[in-house]
Each structure stands twice: as C-alpha cells, then as structure tokens.
C-alpha cells in the first residue's frame, strides 16, 4: 500500500516516529524508522509487537522497506496516538496531573502490564514517555527492552531512575521490575518529579537504589489508598511486591473507580489540540524532550560497584547529561560505544514527504 511520511513526531535512541499517511484515505497512523542496517532492535519490537493484541498496548499495524535518499529504511507502523507521551501530558497540565486522572491513567497501564506479564513478557522500561495518550487513556509502548520472562540470557536493560532494586545488583528482571517502574511512574505523575530527588549522576542513583534500603518518597498529599498502592508497588524485595493482577483489585484504581475515572481522562485530554494539523504544537513540546530521554543499560557480569559504574559509565557516553531538576535528560545506551553512537546516528530522521526526492514506499506488510 502506498503510503507518505509525514511531520515527524518523536525521535527516540533507536528510531525516528513520524506520522504516515494514505493517499486514498483518511487513515493516519505513526510510522518508527530507523536504517535498515541499524534496524535489529526496530525489528525484534516488531516480531514481538505482532504478536500483541490489547486496548491497551500500542498497536501493530505493520511492516516495511523504503528507499530514502538513496539509503533503505526499516519502518514499522503504529497505531497514532494524538496526544503523545504521558510525560507531554504532565507537562501540558502544569507538571502534574489530578489525582483522578492519575488514578485512571494507573489502571490502564496497569492492564497493559497485567496484559504482558500473562503472555510471559516483562516490558523492563515502564516510564512516564514509553507511555502514549490516545482519545481513550493510556496504551503502553516502546517493546525495544522487552524480554520473555524466562529469557535469562537477556541483558539487563531500562532506566535507571525507574529500576527497581535488583535490577540496579544485577540480579534479576523479572515482571516485579515492571511494577516497581509504574510505581515511579505515578509518582512523576502526581508530583511532577522524578522518583528520585538529590541524585548527582547515574551512578549514584544506581548505588542508592541497588543498596541504600531507601525507596522513592512517596508524596505527602497524596490520599491514604494512593500511598498504600504506592507502597505495594515500591517494595524493595520483589517476591514482596504485589504483583498486576493483585495490584487491578486494589480501591485506587478499583473497578468502582474506573467509569468515573474514564470521564476524568477524556476531560483532562479535552482541551488539547487533537488535529494531525497542530502537530507543530507537539513538536515544540517534544523538541524539549529530544536533548535525551533515558539511559538504557546492558551491564556485563562485573559485581557491586564494579558493575554499577560499568552501567553508569555506559550512560556517560557522548551525548549524555544529566540534569536533576529534569530526570527526562537521559540518553539510550547499549553495549559498548560504537553501538551507542550507532544508535545515535540511526535516530536521524528519515526525509519527510516534502524532503526526499527519490522517495519509494514499498508497503509489503501493511494491511
Ligand atoms: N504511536 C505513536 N503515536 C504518536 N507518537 C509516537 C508514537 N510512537 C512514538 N511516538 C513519539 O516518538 C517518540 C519516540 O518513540 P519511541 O520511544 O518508541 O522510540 P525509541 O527509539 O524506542 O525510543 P527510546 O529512546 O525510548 O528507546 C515518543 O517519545 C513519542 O513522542
């Protein structure tokens, strides 16, 4: 199917997501391309994307090769989300959301894990911009960390700021780490801040989650069941901490709740711009964002603080910063440093439609 790409809406380590649209229809959808030869990781998200079905993860929508500027790109569609990353959500709402809303946007995430972790997967980067608002709440998405939970040679990869304690030791990244990542996700939902304040570089906020006892303070306006939720989520042994489907019974995000909180949702999304037209307007609130965003980290078999400052000096590779007022300025990390710079190169943007001149959509797999 023919198809063009469009303004672009985020770029990531691995990928540049821009929209696509169908000449002979009103369809939109949002295409993640990356070259061809860099595209691994684009394409393992894909196989394991194809194989979801859920309202509450980011849909598949397909798959193909484009000839641009004279070099091959891998693309793989997704269903758009308008109203982009939940962190572009708290921003537009002063940096923090209602508790309500927090509520409701919990839920939904929470069944986009309960989701994974039924069909044996553990996501292992749950933050606030791997989550996307639509017209109806909150899908999970970017699937580049994901794993099958048995899949023990996997290397250990996330965001620091949002890893749960024995994942910073290395010892294991099991579905706990999901949750223990959610309940740092609603914490930057409700208060604004990262879950971990007074950090100074990432290898001290390894160090501390992975041995100080301390978990992310909880925030003191919060009502009685949100810091209980919170307190279930952010158990620092995860045979401990409660688990997705424990968690969906639980009074905050409670069945009771849900319409009401529905409601809130689409209120609290009513006033933003849903027009494809005023995706200028979400450039500029990503353009803030595209200074760095996580830090992913595969850490080798070294112990302690060996490995620690392994994982942290993966982080520091060029490109990287680290600001503490904004725990957003993160940048993506793998392996060794020809493989970071590899990702950095691969997130320039592929032409948009009104760029390229020798543009050829090969749409093979798009439905
Ligand atoms: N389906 C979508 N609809 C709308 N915007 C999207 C969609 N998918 C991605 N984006 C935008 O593109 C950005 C980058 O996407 P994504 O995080 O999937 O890329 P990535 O290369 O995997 O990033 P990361 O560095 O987190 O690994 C997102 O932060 C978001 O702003």
Redesign the pocket.
């Known amino acids: 199917m023919e198809w063009r790409r469009g303004q672009t809406?985020?770029?990531?380590?691995?990928?540049?997501?821009s929209?696509a649209t169908f000449p002979h229809s009103d369809d939109v959808?949002?295409v993640?391309s990356?070259e061809l030869s860099r595209s691994e990781?684009?394409q393992r998200?894909q196989r394991l994307l194809s194989s979801l079905c859920s309202p509450y993860i980011?849909s598949y929508k397909g798959c193909d090769i484009t000839t641009e500027q004279n070099k091959l790109f891998y693309n793989l569609f997704?269903?758009?989300?308008?109203f982009?990353?939940l962190?572009?959500a708290l921003r537009r709402h002063g940096g923090r959301l209602d508790v309500s809303v927090v509520a409701g946007y919990t839920r939904q995430i929470l069944q986009g894990i309960h989701y994974l972790h039924s069909n044996g997967l553990v996501h292992c980067?749950i933050k606030s911009?791997?989550i996307?608002v639509?017209e109806n709440g909150a899908k999970v998405?970017?699937?580049?960390?994901a794993k099958r939970v048995f899949d023990t040679a996997a290397p250990i990869s996330g965001t620091p700021m949002f890893m749960a304690p024995e994942v910073a030791r290395g010892e294991e990244q099991g579905y706990a780490c999901d949750i223990w990542a959610l309940g740092c996700t609603v914490i930057e939902m409700a208060s604004g801040v990262s879950p971990w304040r007074n950090v100074a570089d990432p290898f001290s906020v390894l160090h501390r989650i992975a041995y100080s006892g301390e978990v992310p303070e909880i925030p003191g306006f919060l009502s009685e069941e949100a810091k209980d939720f919170l307190r279930k989520c952010l158990r620092r042994n995860p045979r401990e901490r409660w688990t997705a489907s424990q968690l969906l019974k639980h009074p905050f995000v409670g069945e009771l709740n849900s319409k009401s909180q529905a409601k809130e949702i689409q209120e609290s999304n009513s006033s933003s711009p849903t027009s494809i037209l005023e995706q200028g307007f979400?450039n500029s609130v990503?353009e803030s964002?595209i200074h760095g965003?996580?830090i992913?980290t595969r850490s080798g078999n070294l112990g302690g603080d060996d490995r620690i400052r392994g994982l942290a000096e993966f982080s520091g590779e060029p490109g990287w910063k680290w600001n503490d007022d904004d725990g957003e300025n993160w940048?993506?990390s793998r392996g060794n440093n020809d493989e970071v710079r590899d990702a950095q190169s691969s997130?320039q943007p592929p032409p948009t439609d009104s760029e390229d001149s020798d543009y050829q959509p090969r749409a093979d797999h798009i439905p």
């Open positions: 809406l985020g770029h990531g380590s691995s990928a540049t997501v929209l959808l949002a993640k990356s990781s684009l998200e980011v997704l269903e758009y989300m308008p982009g990353t962190l572009q980067d911009t791997n996307l639509g998405s970017d699937f580049g960390c979400w990503e964002e965003k996580l992913r940048i993506t997130g």
